[in-house]
């Protein structure tokens, strides 16, 4: 499993609380590489409808 795909099942996991998601989020965002950080983020908006 990628460290990609083990943020997104954490993030799904988490996605009940949003402050616990937003920790999460940032965690995610810094340990990944930047093409991968932005993956996740165009995933979170998708996913979750951010606006």
Known sequence: MSMLDYSKL????????????????????????????EELLIWCVARYQFP
Request: net charge positive; glycine share 0%.
């Open 10 to 37: 954490i993030l799904e996991s988490v996605s009940f609380d949003a402050s616990l998601f937003l920790k999460e989020l940032r965690k995610a965002y810094k340990r990944l590489l930047q093409p991968e950080a």
